[in-house]
């Protein structure tokens, strides 16, 4: 029964031509380098939020051990997030061909027969469900927050907060595996020029190889364009330019109006339910507590106060960026001034006029607030800041990820969290 070719558990089964170590070797040398890119801007992108600062950054407050390597997210350069989780996104949307190729040309031994032959040989099979299954549960889950937003039970933040460890853990034992392996395919097809591997017994070479309908060559090509054209309409939701031949990204195609304020939005002012009422000049007033006592400030009271440009981007989490914006407004060191808090900028906590929604409030840390290019903005390129990119004012921080970058701001606490 187990040789049995019409079962999936016999080798027989698997009769692409194609399969062999040649092309599991190399999808597998493009993703070793792929999915460690991946793991490391992942876990940056977790550390910019400065989930220790405060509860109210952090997404993944069960984290334990694994938030070892956290550390206090700098503000140099200024498009440095716009960096990292844009080579993230982008990044990971592009290896998707490479990834599902990679799992078919190791299909057959996924359902090989008996599911163990050791003790070694089980625990190389769980390392290999792990891999894949984990590696699938990450591209899975990563793609629908950033195509579809929150369709998760609970929170995205911590599934692929976890689940990265998991793949990554289960990754690290595949690779001190397989690499040195990998390497050497590789080496002897370059000196051989070869495209079949030397010992044909190898568990991914079909015994019985049906005719090749398509060169080894011509499929990495189908699979390189195919990556190919994920990156080029995806790598566009990382510049105002170029947006709208970012056809896959959910923010690419339509751009946000016209004039100083056309530029991408996230939440709108009616989606986060901020009431123009509350807004308005005689009714809004900014509160700022710190260390000598409460002030309040009208909007006009605080365009009284010295202002400041930076030209600053937003960077989302889910991997669009802006170019750099001109931004003009009130220091947060200035604000922080004004509330007793001269020479040392203390932690900032920041709440917005929003009532629900997990960004309405976030944390800074000093060293963003002692940033001379941070600001309470009350302009963008010259104008009002629009109802939906935060008026009367809002946060914005040099580096951070766009969650920082509190809109409709309310009150600003200065001192201990
Ligand atoms: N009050 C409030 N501020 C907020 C948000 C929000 O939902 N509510 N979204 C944040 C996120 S996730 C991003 S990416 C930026 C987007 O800013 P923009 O819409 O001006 O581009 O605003 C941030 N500020
Ligand atoms: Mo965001």
Aim: net charge neutral.
């Amino acid at each position: 029964m187990r040789d049995d070719p019409r079962l999936p558990t016999s080798p027989g089964f698997w009769r692409s031509p194609l399969r062999g170590t040649w092309f599991t070797s190399l999808l597998g040398v493009v993703l070793l380098v792929g999915v460690t890119v991946l793991f490391v801007t992942g876990l940056l992108s977790y550390a910019a939020y400065n989930p220790g600062l405060s509860p109210v950054n952090d997404k993944t407050p069960d984290k334990g051990l694994l938030g070892f390597y956290l550390f206090a997210w700098p503000t140099h350069p200024h498009w440095l997030y716009r960096l990292t989780q844009g080579v993230h996104v982008t990044l990971g949307i592009t290896l998707i061909p490479v990834l599902l190729a990679k799992l078919w040309s190791v299909v057959p031994k996924l359902f090989a027969l008996p599911p163990a032959r050791s003790l070694a040989h089980a625990l190389e099979r769980i390392s290999l469900l792990l891999l894949v299954g984990g590696g699938l549960f990450e591209f899975v889950t990563g793609v629908l927050n950033v195509q579809l937003d929150y369709v998760f039970p609970g929170s995205f933040y911590p599934l692929h907060f976890y689940g990265a460890w998991v793949f990554f853990a289960a990754f690290v034992a595949h690779a001190v595996l397989k690499t040195p392996l990998a390497l050497r395919n590789l080496r002897h097809m370059r000196q051989t020029r070869d495209e079949r591997h030397p010992e044909a017994d190898d568990d991914l070479t079909s015994p019985r190889p049906a005719d090749p309908t398509v060169s080894r060559r011509g499929a990495l090509w189908f699979v390189g364009g195919g990556s190919l054209l994920l990156f080029a309409t995806t790598v566009g939701q990382g510049s105002d330019a170029l947006r709208r031949t970012a056809l896959l990204a959910p923010h690419g195609g339509a751009e946000p109006g016209e004039g100083p304020n056309a530029f991408q939005i996230n939440k709108t002012a009616a989606y986060a339910g901020i009431d123009p009422a509350e807004t308005s000049a005689d009714v809004w007033r900014l509160e700022i507590v710190g260390r000598t006592g409460t002030v309040r400030l009208s909007r006009a009271q605080l365009a009284e106060l010295p202002q400041h440009s930076a030209a600053l981007p937003i960077a989302c989490v889910e991997g669009w960026s802006t170019s750099d914006q001109w931004w003009r407004g009130v220091r947060l060191c200035d604000l922080a001034a004004l509330v007793g808090h001269e020479d040392d900028p203390p932690d900032l906590f920041v709440e917005s006029l929003q009532r629900r929604g997990a960004f309405r409030h976030a944390a800074l840390r000093a060293n963003q607030v002692a940033d001379p290019r941070s600001l309470l903005a009350l302009t963008v390129n010259g104008e009002d800041l629009s109802p939906d990119h935060g008026h009367p004012a809002r946060i914005i921080v040099p580096a951070a990820p766009g969650v920082l970058n509190t809109k409709w701001v309310a009150r600003m606490t200065f001192g201990d969290l």
